[in-house]
């Protein structure tokens, strides 16, 4: 008992050591945990090559590639897709991007998937555009390539691709959402 005493003692004092020097700190300083931050509060919906903005950040999915790639995994069969889109920067600051920050589908049943490292090898080895991660979109300039790649139920030909414009600051409060049909899905195994 005095050991668990004396922890939530040393637990006390320590917080207090931390709260007890305040200093004013500017807005710019303070770092709002991920957890505390309203992901896709702003919703901002796109068509197929169509340009929408966020953030200071242009977004255009120009197409969805399914690979022809078919796996066994969990006893499912799933199938690779990638996005080839057009990204913006129309603000003054280079900024970095990564797959699993910035990107993820939407399944119709409302399931998110994120991509996955073993479609990574795949891209990178059969599609020259393919974007390392994380790659940079620089100030007033523009990326276009394929940015990631999913693995997905064979059967699944539809959802809707999320896209944050994030920047620096990690802020996923936008979301620009583009929904895709079967009829948007491109069958190309590589473009070397």
């Known amino acids: 008992m005095k050991k668990i005493t004396a922890l939530i003692l040393a637990a006390v004092l320590a917080a207090g050591a931390f709260t007890g020097c305040k200093k004013e700190r500017e807005e710019s300083d303070l770092i709002v945990p991920y957890s505390s931050q ?29 690979s022809g790639v078919r ?3 969990d006893g499912k069969t799933v199938k690779y897709i990638y996005l080839n889109a ?7 600051t280079d900024y970095s991007l990564s797959y699993l920050n910035n990107f993820e ?4 049943d409302g399931t998110s998937i994120v991509p996955h490292l073993r479609t990574d090898n795949y891209g990178r080895e059969h599609y020259a555009s393919y974007a390392l991660t ?3 979109v620089p100030a007033g300039g523009e990326f276009t390539g394929y940015i990631c790649g999913f693995e997905v139920e064979e059967s699944i ?13 990690n802020n996923k409060q936008t979301v620009i959402k583009v929904k895709v049909s079967a009829d948007d899905i491109k069958h190309l195994a590589e473009d070397k």
């Not at 030909?157 to 600051?169: A, G, I, K, R, S």
């Open 38 to 66: 309203t992901v896709g509060e702003i919703e901002i919906e796109a068509a197929m090559n169509e340009e929408k903005s966020g953030n200071e950040t242009a977004f255009t999915l120009n197409s969805v590639v399914d």
């Open 71 to 73: 796996e066994e995994v």
């Open 86 to 92: 057009t990204i913006k920067n129309t603000s003054d």
């Open 105 to 108: 589908l939407i399944l119709p």
């Open 134 to 136: 994380p790659f940079t």
């Open 157 to 169: 030909n539809e959802f809707t691709v999320c896209f944050y414009p994030t920047q620096n600051d």
